[in-house]
């Protein structure tokens, strides 16, 4: 009678330890997916940051170009300020996007823009406001400024090449969040419906071994009690019940 009832009761333990150990790996998997999801979200936002910093220096770069156009067309300095201001954030602004893409696709890409611009302002840029302070004919300005022209469109390039690599990685960043997301909900509508499957055999194997056998008990006690000591007291699975039903009617 012992071992029969410890092999009730080891089944109903076995069960809730198979259910307890599917609800942590449910909850584990559930966090690692949630992570996931936060992490190709925070990738996509970085790179958006990213795409800022370069549109800004970008921008930097072009009033550059129209301010010392301004300057070469009219000769005055106050035409030039944009050529001032653009200057300033030219080397803030490089800085920051080469920190931005550190360590990540496009910190090559980033260094070599750089080194173009650096190498327009230095070469042509620089030079180019100078003579034109102390005064350029008009014929030099025909023949110079195409030159500044071929180039800053030789970095717009870069620029577009550039934002191209970058948009398309934040387009697949955003895919794969939404990738992981759906998955991340379809697992767990799948682990909670598994759990509570496992949560209903539990109460079946329950209810079958130990509540309804009590059920069984406590009818025949309420027979013999009422005078029919021929009654059948049938405990099912739990033999001990019963033993001690009949030593106390006895």
């Known amino acids: 009678m012992r071992e029969h009832f410890r092999s009730v009761r080891g089944r109903l333990v076995v069960g809730a330890a198979a259910f307890f150990a599917a609800f942590t790996i449910a909850i584990a998997l559930l966090v690692n997916a949630q992570r996931a999801v936060l992490d190709a979200s925070h990738d996509a936002t970085r790179t958006t940051r990213v795409l800022a910093t370069s549109a800004s220096l970008e921008k930097a770069v072009v009033d550059m170009e129209t301010g010392q156009r301004g300057l070469a067309l009219t000769g005055e300095e106050r035409f030039l300020q944009p050529w001032i201001e653009g200057r300033k954030s030219v080397k803030r602004l490089g800085r920051d996007l080469q920190q931005q893409v550190r360590g990540q696709l496009g910190e090559q890409r ?102 309804r056998p009590i059920a069984r008990v406590r009818d025949g006690v309420e027979l013999v009690a009422s005078g029919k000591l021929d009654a059948r007291v049938d405990g099912g699975a739990l033999p001990e019940t019963i033993a001690l039903v009949t030593v106390q009617v006895g």
Do not use: Q
Request: aromatic share 10%.
């Open 110 to 211: 980033v260094r070599e823009l750089r080194d173009s611009i650096d190498a327009y302002v230095r070469e042509y840029s620089a030079p180019f406001v100078a003579r034109v302070r102390v005064g350029a004919t008009r014929r030099w300005l025909r023949e110079t400024m195409p030159m500044g022209k071929a180039r800053m469109d030789e970095i717009r390039s870069e620029f577009e090449s550039f934002r191209a690599v970058r948009i398309e990685r934040v387009e697949r960043d955003e895919a794969a969040a939404d990738r992981l997301s759906h998955r991340s909900r379809a697992l767990a509508f799948t682990i909670w419906g598994v759990l509570a499957i496992m949560l209903a055999i539990l109460v079946y194997l329950f209810t079958r071994t130990v509540v």
